[in-house]
T-cell receptor, first 115, second 113 residues
């Protein structure tokens, strides 16, 4: 079965520091990959997506992610954290076996940003 | 404005009392689905619908029903809610093409006592 693993349920960084949130997927066929962000009491908002074009994907709010097929990874980064980045982040895949419709989510990583 | 609208946002109910959570989208999306979010488990799919009158079970369908009589609406029905269905629920919609992202509603926080 397809799965998504997010390493670290909680990540804490200082304001201005690098943000790195890790995501690994299991899929024999390269899937479509997404990162979503959830702010408190809100729904999920798309940060960025990989759809087999460029392997380095730029998203909103200064975030980017790199698709590495050899490592089955899609880690999310941001060079300099802002206080407003504090939220929960979800990595998700649309595997070929689901007809590329079903989203499978990781467990989420809660990002804390401290002054 | 493109959006997915869920109602209600918050609901407290008693065990066994039937309830419906509504979901409506205005983007003409074919694909709609329901997820529940629980701490440490991420979002898990309950049911999905590929189009009008076409629905199927997701990963955690027990205790839930859905219907898709119109393209824009996809209500979630709990015929006899139990405390283990206390959770945060999200409705999502997307086009059927695989590379398209899903749009999510604001969520419904359900508490069953």
């Amino acid at each position: 079965a397809q799965s998504v693993t997010q390493l670290g349920s909680h990540v804490s960084v200082s304001e201005g520091a690098l943000v790195l949130l890790r995501c690994n997927y299991s899929s024999s066929v390269p899937p479509y990959l997404f990162w979503y962000v959830q702010y408190p009491n809100q729904g999920l908002q798309l940060l960025l997506k990989y759809t087999s074009a460029a392997t380095l994907v730029k998203g909103i709010n200064g975030f980017e992610a790199e698709f590495k097929k050899s490592e089955t990874s899609f880690h999310l980064t941001k060079p300099s954290a802002h206080m407003s980045d504090a939220a929960e982040y979800f990595c998700a895949v649309k595997p070929y076996s689901g007809g590329y419709n079903k989203l499978i989510f990781g467990a989420g990583t809660r990002l804390a940003v401290h002054p | 404005e493109a959006q997915v609208t869920q109602n209600p946002r918050y609901l407290i109910t008693v065990t066994g009392k039937k309830l419906t959570v509504t979901c409506s989208q205005n983007m003409n999306h074919e694909y709609m689905s329901w997820y529940r979010q629980d701490p440490g488990l991420g979002l898990r799919q309950i049911y999905y619908s590929m189009n009008v009158e076409v629905t199927d079970k997701g990963d955690v369908p027990e205790g839930y029903k859905v219907s898709r009589k119109e393209k824009r609406n996809f209500p979630l029905i709990l015929e006899s809610p139990s405390p283990n269905q206390t959770s945060l629920y999200f409705c999502a919609s997307s086009f059927r093409q695989g590379g398209t992202e899903a749009f999510f509603g604001q969520g419904t926080r359900l508490t069953v006592v």
